[in-house]
């Protein structure tokens, strides 16, 4: 029973690169969420996807920052041209489309983006 | 204006005695959920207890319960009998409105305590 798949868990990239982090929502979830956390910080919403669909992405950057959940695959959260501040962890989450749940959200373990 | 407060950065707690973790939200909606979830030093989201705005009983879930104060717009987590294992970050969350039909919104979370348990 896999939870919610992350991959890289570590990313390295010099300033101007792309990162590309990619999350496998639990099987049989349809949403997936991106969140940032800055050390020190909590989690900040980024967007929130369902297949094919950007639902809300009130809390993304406005550019270089850009996320997919395909209708085959991983969602993808898109950083290009990093900078400094980009470092940080991103961690996905998904949840269930049933009736009644929780609202809860399944973290990843996250992955963690260092820009030199 | 911060829609979730933990105003304890960091606590120091002695093994075995009970901790509290603050945690204050602001919200006009009447439905809503209340989260908490655990942060190691791995790095990892693990939820710990879920409290929904209309449960009139506080939630809780083996060593950990929830004082939930509606009038006070509070949500404290209660670790009862402490461990070196519950030395970690704690975020207090909250979800707004109804979720009819599935998990359409997602959490703002607090700034997060830093919980450091000593022998």
């Known amino acids: 029973n896999a939870g919610v798949m992350q991959n890289p868990r570590h990313l390295v990239r010099r300033r101007g690169q792309e990162a590309r982090l990619r999350c496998s929502p639990m099987k049989g979830h349809s949403h997936v969420y991106w969140y940032r956390q800055l050390p020190e910080e909590g989690l900040k919403f980024m967007v929130y996807?369902?297949?094919?669909?950007?639902?809300?992405e009130s809390g993304m950057p406005k550019e270089r920052f850009s996320a997919e959940f395909p209708k085959e695959g991983p969602s993808i959260l898109r950083i290009q041209q990093v900078v400094r501040g980009d470092s940080a962890a991103y961690f996905c989450?998904?949840?269930?489309?049933?009736?009644?749940?929780?609202?809860?959200?399944?973290f990843g373990e996250g992955s963690r983006l260092t820009v030199l | 204006a911060q829609k979730i407060t933990q105003t304890q950065p960091g606590m120091f707690v002695q093994e075995k005695e009970a901790v509290t973790l603050d945690c204050t939200y602001d919200?006009?909606?009447?439905?809503?959920?209340l989260f908490w979830y655990k942060q190691p030093s791995s790095g990892e989201m693990i939820f710990l207890i879920y409290q929904g705005s209309y449960d009139e009983q506080n939630a809780t879930e083996g060593r950990y319960s929830l004082n939930f104060q509606k009038a006070r717009k509070s949500a404290n987590l209660v670790i009862s009998a402490s461990q070196l294992g519950d030395s970690a970050m704690y975020f207090c969350a909250m979800r707004e409105g109804l979720v009819s039909g599935g998990g359409a919104d997602g959490l703002t979370f607090g700034k997060g305590t830093h919980l450091i348990i000593q022998p």
């Open positions: 996807l369902q297949k094919e669909n950007i639902i809300d």
């Open positions: 989450a998904s949840s269930p489309w049933t009736s009644g749940n929780t609202g809860e959200l399944f």
């Open positions: 919200t006009s909606d009447q439905s809503y959920g």
